[in-house]
């Protein structure tokens, strides 16, 4: 069940509602140490075949309550899957401790219009490969509401992050740009 809002124009200040309105933002995490993904996931596929092994191969173990006079046996599996928890773990914490969340605005037509006006040689003319890429690192760093970049940062940032990670940035920007505005209802009420 949808509720109406009605506005009562009598006493409805446009101006102060269009001195608080913005555009729709949206969000983007990138990383900026994604090499060390292929780490992780070899050493996790390294730790799933440790622990397929321990769990397969029959061990000898004494009693695990040390009043009866034994311990559990550690197996070489065993230590191995300790010491790669452990690289699993310092890997994962270096990933999260280069991750990065983006906030970028809606661009105007009218913004993006000046920008292909500043990249093309004319007005008849389609943009060069050149650019194209600098209209994109130009049009990121305008949209880009935290943290804000200059263009030599966003061009930066596309070659540090590679190609994968720069175009979920650009389909946020088209998100915010083009998406049109739903909000979720509570289900608390």
Request: hydrophobic share 40%; proline share 5%; no cysteine.
């Amino acid at each position: 069940m949808t509720e109406q809002h009605s506005i009562d124009s009598s006493t409805f200040d446009v101006d102060a509602w269009l001195e608080a309105a913005a555009p729709p933002q949206r969000s983007v995490t990138v990383y900026g140490r994604a090499d060390l993904v292929a780490q992780l996931e070899d050493l996790v596929a390294e730790r799933d075949a440790a622990q397929l092994r321990a769990s397969t191969v029959p061990v000898q173990r004494g009693p695990i309550d040390p009043r009866l006079g034994g311990v559990v046996a550690e197996t070489e599996d065993d230590r191995d899957i300790a010491f790669l928890d452990d690289r699993i773990s310092d890997i994962r914490a270096a990933l999260e401790g280069s991750r990065l969340v983006l906030h970028l605005r809606a661009l105007l037509n009218e913004e993006r219009g000046e920008l292909l006006k500043k990249h093309r040689a004319s007005e008849d003319d389609d943009l060069t490969p050149e650019g194209a890429r600098a209209y994109e690192h130009d049009a990121i760093a305008l949209a880009l509401v935290s943290p804000p970049m200059t263009t030599a940062q966003t061009a930066r940032l596309h070659t540090r992050i590679g190609e994968a990670q720069w175009a979920a940035i650009g389909r946020t920007l088209e998100r915010a740009s083009s998406e049109t505005i739903d909000v979720p209802l509570s289900r608390l009420g």
